[in-house]
């Protein structure tokens, strides 16, 4: 009786190991109805704090290694190493280490992708699909050490100077402001 | 009535089977001598295995039901039966030895032939991607090079050099019908080489798994007499031709405003991306999605609007269409031929 138990719970475990994480390959509609609010500042006209909504999306990027990984493939197909080389910089700002202009949450990379921001960088809104962006958003945050090394991809399809995401050190936990802007140092 | 049906359905797989030998993707109908030498090599190769079978069947059969006679004494030595033992001992290992020196000799020569190289009339390079084929014809100059994807066309009756590579895992390209498997690897340059003698259309297919859609990685092998080969050439070297109507305008428009653009390339307007296929002429082809759907306006439409739903997983994304945009797109992209 108590083997069969031990059998029935191995093969329970066994079974429930196939399922690691969801690999959603058709994105939410509504995704392309985007109602993400991001504040980039503490301060609003007028009285109270900016309007921020978030749509919850974010769980659903994050931690998904599939999307990470999917996020790192299209960074080389858009380009992104034009600007940004490799997440090292050029004539945009590098996106490895833990410095953010507008902050690190998933959601204000997303919103940096659609719409653009001053000095360069362009809008691809309506040119990457929305599941897109936000696949590159999580990728931006891997490679900043941001996700966590179960999720970032550990390895690369071509050479690189540095090792995979889910190698590099996580990056260090800091106090951030409210919409997650990078303290002055 | 019931025997009918039951006769029916017992000879249905069979006739399947007897189908499955002829047609457009089949290792026994070949359609040029290198395909031609490798049916015969296995036709050899069958024959000569089941001769193998069926006399080791047969003295397995002798040795059940025939016994030995007993012998008075187990320790006297009895030259006749010795002799008799040698024999048939040294006369299978013999055979043995002549069989696979002898099939090893045919593969050789027939190899040797295989991989000799010649010049070739027409050199293309094809880059197998998850899960579509790009497919470049090499020219010394310039304007002689054009890319297309999923269809290989080629003049009848001259040799064919296929350049093969990689951009992501290990492919393998087979037209069954026209030559032997040949890897395609990331990192690594392969060659074959083969001729067609009749014009037709052969189906072919990636043969090394490579990932969720591997069984929808297929393409067409497209055999041209001469001149309607390099008609066809001159015809897809050409730019796109512009939308001449206001709909196919519009739909022209949307292909340039959307995501559409930031993966493939028209020539002649200024959509040059090389993630995905090259779409100047893609009209003009026999399916869509690399053999997944047969090219019709209905199939261009369903696959513009749920590529993932077709083709789970491949990297043509759900791309947001407002509904006044699918007609006008769908137009222009009919319109590209």
Known sequence: ????????????????????????????????????????????????????????????????????????????????????????GGSGPALMDDVWIYGSAIEIIAASIREGRPNGMPTFRGKIPEDQIWQIAAYVRALGGFVSSDVASSRHDEIYSHPGEGRLPDAPKRTTGQSGLAQPK | MRSVASKLATALPALLAVSGCAGWQSVLDPQGPESKHLSGLIWIFTGLSAVIWLAVMGVLLVAIVRRAPERPDPLALHMPIERRGVMIVGGAVLATLLTVIGLTALSYFSQRHLYATQASAVVVKITG?????????????????????????????????????????????????????????????????????????????????????????????????????????????????????????????????????????????????????????????????????????????????????????????????APDEVEPLVSYLEGLR
């Open chain 2, 129 to 321: 991607h998850q899960w579509w084929w790009d497919v470049r014809y090499e020219g010394d100059r310039p304007d002689q090079v054009l890319t297309t994807a999923n269809e290989l066309y080629i003049p009848a009756g001259q040799p064919i050099t296929v350049k093969l590579a990689a951009s992501d895992v290990i492919h393998s390209f087979w037209v069954p019908s026209l030559m032997g498997k040949q890897d395609l690897i990331p990192g690594q340059d392969n060659e074959l080489q083969f001729t067609a003698t009749r014009p037709g259309v052969y189906r072919g297919q990636c043969a090394e798994f490579c990932g969720w859609q591997h069984a929808h990685m297929g393409m067409f092998a497209v055999v041209l007499p001469r001149e309607q080969f390099s008609a066809w050439r001159a015809a897809q070297t050409a730019p796109a031709l512009m939308p001449d109507d206001p709909v196919r305008r519009k739909g022209a428009a949307i292909f340039q405003s959307k995501a559409c653009v930031m993966c493939h390339t028209i020539r002649g307007t200024s959509a040059g991306s090389r993630v995905g296929p090259d779409l100047t002429h893609f009209a003009s082809r026999k399916s869509i999605a690399s053999a997944t759907l047969p090219m019709s306006r209905g199939n261009i439409a369903a696959w513009l609007l749920d590529p993932q739903g077709i083709k789970p997983g491949t990297n043509m994304p759900n791309v947001s269409l």
């Open chain 1, 1 to 88: 009786m108590k083997c069969l138990l031990m059998r029935v719970i191995v093969i329970a475990g066994l079974v429930a190991a196939c399922e690691r994480e969801d690999r959603p390959l058709r994105s939410d509609p509504m995704l392309n109805e985007n109602r993400e609010a991001v504040a980039l500042s503490s301060t609003a006209p007028g009285p109270g704090a900016p309007v921020e909504y978030k749509t919850g999306t974010r769980s659903e990027y994050e931690k998904i290694a599939f999307h990470v990984s999917q996020g790192k493939k299209l960074f080389t197909w858009y380009n992104c190493s034009g600007c940004h080389g490799n997440g090292g």
